[in-house]
């Protein structure tokens, strides 16, 4: 894992130190190797038992984290909230910046010196690519990467993989099958990077506007991943086991007439479903706006609301680590 070395002078006393994320910003995906996958979802795993035994505790009672939101969000807003309140911590919920200083023009450096002035770890989501990166080289704490506009999702990625580890066993052998924006998704980015980990063939389902970027395919590529774009979902429907469906994301689109012309360009109902495998899953990210039909939502296969709910034990996972309680 990278070495975020401005962060570890800093360590208050008595923290347990030997956690090598103890004190670590999450960037980006590139940081973490399987090893560190693996300790993210032991921990996980563990979380998940305590929640479901004694549904929270107070292993970082006394810490506070910042949710710090300058995009919309429901999930990760609340399940970073909800994993620090289980794990007994409190949170500064920030997701309304018009009402902060922000709104006064203040940079994104001085609001996070700012905030970390009363906190342990910022999360932050923010429109342009690279703005975790900015704000980790002025912060003393770490920062976890909720999301820089097109560029990466960390976490999501995280809780992503987890999934598919609890729901289908392992990652190696499976074809993943992603569909939707794979050109701004910054889920996908970051999905495709912690996948290329392991032995994974994809097919990438996209409108010809909305394939993932060639510098991406280019990394994966050196990486030896077996990648192929194929126009058509129905005919590698029969050959997916995880079937990973993203909303176009209308809020990197200039020209709302070429949102509206490509969006529905794919929707998941039913009958589609029934050339699938029946030991496969279907994921989603959510928000969804039509990419896969309400009727599909009590199929088994139907992963997204279990991953949403994982979502929450890789966030109290890596809280825990970062904050060197685990
Ligand atoms: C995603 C995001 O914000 O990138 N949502 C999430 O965090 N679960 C996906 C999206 O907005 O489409």
Redesign the pocket.
Known sequence: MANNSNISRHLPFGEKRDSRFYGQHILTVAQFDKTDLATIFEVAQEMRAMVQRVGSFDLLKGKVLTNLFYEP?T??SSSFAAAMQRLGGSVIQINNVQFSSVSKGESLPDTIRTLEAYSDAIVLRHPERGSADTAARYARKPIINA?DGPGE?PT?ALLDTFTIREELGQLDGLTVTLVGDLKH???VHSLVQLLALHNVRLNYVSPESLRLPAALQAQLAAAGVEQRQQPDLAAVLPETDVLYV??V?KERFTDMAEYERIQGSYVINAALLRSARERMIVMH???RVGEIDMEVDNDPRAAYFRQMEYGMFVRMALLALVLGKA
């Open positions: 969000s999930r990760t999301g999702h999501q998704g910054r889920t993203t909303r994301q990210p959510l928000p």
